[in-house]
């Protein structure tokens, strides 16, 4: 499946899909949420795949790539996008923000 129904915009981006406890995804992610989620990005995806540049929600993917059609809630409103710019930042990438998005990311040297 498309993360941005747009299989284009999927080679270079990562799109979060995280769940909680609340049928409504409106419940705090946990601490190990937060470290299963970092590792499968730094450790797993970006060095199989080098073109990743982007960081996003579902939501904005949907946003931007399919004019809002199917829009959800996800990963939901209590995820911490400070935490995830934190660690982008400790892993050394510079990038820029918008939303929910994380974009032009580009390793330190």
Same mark, same amino acid.
């Given at each position: 499946?498309?993360?941005?129904?747009?299989?284009?915009?999927?080679?270079?981006?990562?799109?979060?899909?995280?769940?909680?406890?609340?049928?409504?995804?409106?419940?705090?992610?946990?601490?190990?949420?937060?470290? =299963?989620?970092? @590792? +499968?990005?730094?450790?797993?995806?970006?060095?199989? &795949?080098?073109?990743? !540049?982007?960081?996003?929600?579902?939501?904005?993917?949907?946003?931007?790539?399919?004019?809002?059609?199917?829009?959800?809630?996800?990963?939901?409103?209590?995820? =911490?996008?400070? @935490? +995830?710019?934190?660690?982008?930042?400790?892993?050394? &990438?510079?990038?820029? !923000?918008?939303?929910?998005?994380?974009?032009?990311?580009?390793?330190?040297?």
């Amino acid at each position: 499946t498309y993360h941005s129904t747009s299989g284009y915009n999927d080679r270079r981006t990562i799109g979060i899909e995280l769940l909680n406890s609340s049928k409504s995804n409106r419940d705090p992610y946990t601490k190990e949420q937060y470290e =299963s989620l970092f @590792k +499968l990005i730094f450790k797993y995806l970006i060095p199989l &795949y080098p073109t990743i !540049t982007n960081i996003t929600s579902h939501r904005a993917n949907i946003l931007t790539y399919n004019n809002g059609k199917g829009l959800k809630q996800c990963p939901g409103p209590e995820f =911490s996008w400070e @935490k +995830l710019d934190s660690e982008l930042k400790s892993q050394g &990438y510079t990038f820029e !923000t918008k939303g929910d998005l994380r974009f032009k990311m580009e390793k330190s040297a």
